[in-house]
């Protein structure tokens, strides 16, 4: 509802200001897939690699592993 604001010459209804929505965001659900250890992925990478630690190393770091499991991992030693 508008509100009415005073001047000398009577009232002048004045616009209120509404709230836009926020958009709504669908969320897309992921399959339910079993969850990995750390461990389990640097077991299947010396798999993959043959057993060549700085293969392993490359596998495990890359961008494209850290874009599947959503977080960058770092072995530090």
């Not at 700085?54 to 596998?59: A, M, P, R």
Request: aromatic residues 2%.
């Amino acid at each position: 509802m508008a509100k009415t604001a005073t001047r000398k010459r009577g009232s002048v209804q004045r616009q209120g200001r509404r709230v836009m929505p926020a958009p709504r965001r669908t969320t897309h659900r992921k399959a339910a897939t079993p969850a990995l250890t750390v461990g389990e992925l640097i077991a299947a990478a010396y798999d993959t690699a043959g057993g060549e630690p700085l293969e392993v190393l490359k596998l495990v770091t890359s961008s494209q592993m850290s874009r599947v499991l959503g977080r960058r991992i770092v072995l530090v030693g």
